[in-house]
């Protein structure tokens, strides 16, 4: 191949490019185009995706929520449709989506933590500790969390946030109990006069009183019961009413 170029005595012709620098050419050509269609690809895994902070909902649902196809490439995803889609999902609270060097994509999830079941025109729905509602059934099969008596919903649905004064009394209260003093209480009682009465999976009452210092009881609440731990059988009850909590131990007869 030759080229002229127009000097002062006309035309002249010029150096042939040399065989291996055409084929280094070509080559960084091809290689330039192959990594394209690769990086663009929906056929080959390029990257990955972690899911960080899920405990409810399980890594194939987060995966679902957003969008993310089975074979993953990176980047053809887009980080902000990402976040979008997941927040839309009624169980997660926040998420953040972030590109982490050289190829994966971190999703960061806080989740609505179900914090009581309550009954409603047609069932039970289940609230989170902001009164939205993240679930409806006819009948509990599982309960994981306890349950509001003395009071009762009307037609309500998903995505809903209840706004009934005894209600979000109670959800303040399981709101700032530890996890662990959450899984111990199965049902909390409005009484007709507003007072709130807890009780635990091992049959001991917690008299809650008047909603108010409710932070307070909630600590309390997990206090004594972490202190009391196995004797919590010999308990009658736990009076949070007044200023300092009183606690009310079983009488067992003497043994003659």
């Known amino acids: 191949m030759e080229t002229r170029e127009e000097g002062q005595s006309g035309l002249r012709p010029t150096r042939k490019l040399p065989a291996s620098t055409l084929a280094l050419l070509l080559l960084a050509l091809t290689v ?7 990086i663009n690809s929906t056929y080959f895994a390029v990257g990955t995706v972690v899911v960080e902070g899920n405990k409810y909902i399980s890594t194939e649902d987060v995966f ?21 889609r997941l927040l839309h999902d009624l169980r997660i609270d926040q998420a953040e989506v972030a590109r982490r060097f050289p190829a994966t994509i971190v999703i960061t999830v806080s989740e609505r933590q179900p914090v009581a ?12 500790k902001q009164g939205v509602v993240m679930a409806a059934v006819k009948n509990i099969k599982k309960i994981d969390v ?6 009762r919903l009307g037609n309500v649905y998903i995505g809903d946030k209840i706004d009934v ?25 409005v009484r007709s006069a507003g007072d709130l ?16 210092r409710l932070a307070e009881k909630a600590k309390l609440t997990g206090d004594i019961l972490g202190e009391v731990g ?25 043994k003659e």
């Open 146 to 151: 306890p349950i509001i008596t003395g009071a």
């Open 197 to 212: 009465v807890a009780y635990t999976v091992q049959t001991v009452t917690i008299r809650i009183g008047p909603p108010d």
């Open 117 to 128: 079941w309550i009954a409603c025109s047609y069932g039970f729905v289940q609230l989170d």
């Open 64 to 84: 679902g929520i957003a969008g993310i196809p089975s074979e993953i490439n990176i980047f053809r995803l887009n980080t902000t449709t990402i976040r979008n």
């Open 32 to 38: 330039i185009v192959a990594a394209f269609l690769f």
């Open 165 to 189: 004064p005894a209600v979000k009394n109670v959800l303040a209260y399981l709101a700032d109990l530890d996890g662990a003093t959450l899984g111990q209480l199965s049902e909390v009682n």
């Open 230 to 254: 196995n004797k919590k059988s010999a308990i009658e009850y736990i009076d949070l009413s007044y200023a300092s909590p009183y606690i009310k131990f079983r009488q067992f007869p003497r």
